[in-house]
């Protein structure tokens, strides 16, 4: 039961924050976005997965062009 822990915890940590984001958006909990993910890919044989990774790599990189500044001085 450990080792599933750690996996579980290593995949939220560094999953990009994809299914906790769009599950904000949406109103709903992270858990059913993530089951959605996967029951879609074992549906369509790995077409959401796919979708998943670009959703992935999409939000990166928008945290690295829109980054907070505190003030107009931070540039």
């Not at 906790?20 to 992270?30: C, D, P, T, Y």
Request: no cysteine; charged share 20%.
């Amino acid at each position: 039961m450990n080792n599933i822990s750690n996996i579980r915890y290593f995949f939220e940590k560094h999953g990009f924050e994809v299914s906790s984001r769009l599950a904000e958006k949406m109103g709903v909990k992270a858990k059913n976005v993530r089951l959605f993910f996967i029951y879609a890919s074992f549906a369509t044989l790995g077409v959401w997965f796919i979708v998943y990774l670009n959703l992935a790599f999409w939000l990166r990189l928008k945290d690295l062009v829109y980054t907070k500044r505190t003030s107009v001085f931070d540039l």
